[in-house]
């Protein structure tokens, strides 16, 4: 059967970069041409081994144009822009989306909407394999998304904050590619040449190379988590008997130590009248997994660690009198529990119940300590080739960069690492200008600290530092956050202020 198809990145809404070379990617397989039509202008491409490349002229801003590729089959793409292109990238405080930060941002968030910036998300393409084929044709399927209703929440929050900025100045469209991977470390941005010279061996990267390898690991460690959260059940745990006997804790607090397992909370609280509409109930952070439940309703889950608890549920199912939440907590790393700092609270029609102080704990299993795979943007060299090389046809004008959390235990020779990244960045896309963010500080509420570990001290000095080593960089602090141990502060419209100073400095 005939087809001629594109790349998932050109697709409905895209942006293309202005005054810079066009490239058009994708796959025909009947015809030895296509026939690729920008706006007013049309290109001839020649299909090579299935796959073709139409190369445009730079072009000036525009709105609202069409791209049509027409060979054995015809493709078109509709509401084209051309403005200013950046690429996201780095881990989860740049993958943050706009919904995370509501609760300091919320009149900023809706007081306008911006249709002209958009964002496409690149996740990467598991089947790529490290050293393996030319990766062209890996984009994959997401629709650009606007920043405008609820398709403003998906959008990379600090993307978005400088973007509404960039965007008053310049009035051009705008496209974001969020490349960012949560967890990811610098060496899976690195290629392997740029590894060796800094350490890495052969053996940390040969088990990932070939078709279907890296796939066939990540789907062995989500396996392997599966098997050890249903360990964490009892079949024979009575949670009311329980609950009968358990102990009284003080919560927010790093309740359990020495504990992998299974343990549940509860908390009672009394209610003088029936409310309406919709509650909230704000259980801060916990470590690691929850289900909770209002009177045995459950009313949200969350299966890792960061993301802040905030579970809503209709208020019809309070009553009069004594009210129950019950969380069952997965613990996976010997400690565990409700960190302090962040605001535990049920917030009704009829006005905010405290959720901190007195609850009950009862263990239901104990079980080994959780020992994962890694991720797959851990794997040294996997994004680079499942995420930049895949990009690298796709014109940008800046490199916005947030890594380092990752890397922070380890941050003896990250200068170098950096140094080596942005420079096959720069082979890969051109001699852009990069804007770093400089990690926040945090404290592991696990490691009972006070101050912040000298590993993070050293990564942020590290990254301060990269002005002096590599060319165009401006560095970004991001304001130290509050709780202290808040991974994923909300504070992102103040860095997206200074980022898009910086961006528009260069």
């Given at each position: 059967?005939?087809?001629?198809?594109?790349?998932?990145?050109?697709?409905?809404?895209?942006?293309?970069?202005?005054?810079?070379?066009?490239?058009?990617?994708?796959?025909?397989?009947?015809?030895?041409?296509?026939?690729?039509?920008?706006?007013?202008?049309?290109?001839?491409?020649?299909?090579?081994?299935?796959?073709?490349?139409?190369?445009?002229?730079?072009?000036?801003?525009?709105?609202?144009?069409?791209?049509?590729?027409?060979?054995?089959?015809?493709?078109?793409?509709?509401?084209?822009?051309?403005?200013?292109?950046?690429?996201?990238?780095?881990?989860?405080?740049?993958?943050?989306?706009?919904?995370?930060?509501?609760?300091?941002?919320?009149?900023?968030?809706?007081?306008?909407?911006?249709?002209?910036?958009?964002?496409?998300?690149?996740?990467?393409?598991?089947?790529?394999?490290?050293?393996?084929?030319?990766?062209?044709?890996?984009?994959?399927?997401?629709?650009?998304?606007?920043?405008?209703?609820?398709?403003?929440?998906?959008?990379?929050?600090?993307?978005?904050?400088?973007?509404?900025?960039?965007?008053?100045?310049?009035?051009?469209?705008?496209?974001?590619?969020?490349?960012?991977?949560?967890?990811?470390?610098?060496?899976?941005?690195?290629?392997?040449?740029?590894?060796?010279?800094?350490?890495?061996?052969?053996?940390?990267?040969?088990?990932?190379?070939?078709?279907?390898?890296?796939?066939?690991?990540?789907?062995?460690?989500?396996?392997?988590?599966?098997?050890?959260?249903?360990?964490?059940?009892?079949?024979?745990?009575?949670?009311?008997?329980?609950?009968?006997s358990a102990q009284t804790v003080e919560l927010p607090g790093i309740v359990m130590t020495d504990f992998s397992g299974s343990v549940w909370f509860r908390k009672e609280f009394y209610v003088d009248k029936v409310t309406e509409g919709k509650c909230l109930l704000r259980l801060g952070d916990l470590i690691d997994a929850d289900v909770t439940y209002v009177n045995g309703v459950e009313v949200g889950r969350t299966e890792y660690q960061y993301p802040p608890r905030k579970y809503s549920f209709d208020a019809s199912i309070l009553k009069p009198g004594k009210n129950t939440v019950t969380t069952r907590l997965i613990i996976e790393n010997n400690a565990g529990g409700f960190v302090p700092g962040h605001p535990y609270r049920l917030e009704t029609s009829a006005g905010d119940i405290d959720m901190s102080g007195e609850w009950k704990m009862a263990v239901e299993k104990k079980t080994e300590r959780f020992m994962p795979n890694m991720m797959a943007q851990n794997i040294p060299s996997a994004l680079y080739y499942a995420s930049l090389l895949t990009m690298r046809n796709y014109k940008v004008s800046q490199i916005w960069w947030y890594q380092g959390e990752s890397n922070a235990e380890d941050p003896a020779g990250y200068d170098k690492k950096m140094i080596l990244t942005f420079r096959k960045m720069r082979e890969l896309f051109g001699d852009l200008p990069l804007i770093l963010i400089r990690i926040a500080d945090y404290i592991n509420p696990l490691t009972f600290a006070t101050e912040v570990p000298e590993g993070w001290r050293g990564i942020q000095r590290l990254i301060d530092e990269a002005p002096e080593h590599i060319a165009d960089v401006k560095v970004v602090r991001a304001p130290a956050p509050d709780p202290i141990y808040e991974l994923h502060p909300q504070n992102k419209s103040a860095i997206g202020a200074d980022v898009a100073k910086a961006s528009m400095e260069f």
């Open positions: 059967m005939a087809s001629t198809k594109l790349l998932g990145i050109y697709s409905d809404g895209m942006v293309l970069q202005r005054n810079a070379e066009i490239i058009v990617e994708g796959i025909e397989s009947d015809r030895s041409e296509v026939q690729v039509r920008l706006g007013g202008a049309t290109v001839t491409a020649k299909v090579a081994d299935g796959k073709f490349k139409a190369i445009f002229p730079p072009m000036e801003a525009a709105v609202d144009i069409e791209l049509v590729v027409e060979g054995s089959g015809k493709v078109t793409v509709k509401d084209v822009c051309i403005g200013d292109v950046y690429m996201l990238t780095g881990q989860s405080n740049m993958e943050l989306p706009v919904a995370r930060t509501f609760d300091l941002n919320r009149e900023e968030i809706e007081a306008e909407d911006y249709p002209y910036i958009r964002q496409y998300r690149l996740t990467p393409d598991l089947e790529i394999p490290i050293r393996g084929e030319d990766p062209v044709n890996a984009l994959p399927e997401f629709n650009w998304v606007k920043a405008s209703g609820t398709g403003k929440n998906e959008i990379s929050a600090v993307g978005f904050y400088a973007a509404k900025r960039i965007y008053a100045e310049k009035n051009v469209p705008i496209g974001l590619v969020l490349s960012a991977q949560g967890g990811s470390n610098i060496e899976s941005w690195m290629c392997e040449e740029d590894l060796y010279e800094t350490g890495t061996s052969e053996d940390s990267i040969a088990p990932f190379r070939g078709a279907g390898a890296l796939k066939a690991y990540v789907a062995e460690g989500n396996q392997k988590t599966c098997t050890w959260r249903e360990n964490t059940v009892d079949k024979d745990f009575d949670l009311e008997a329980a609950m009968a």
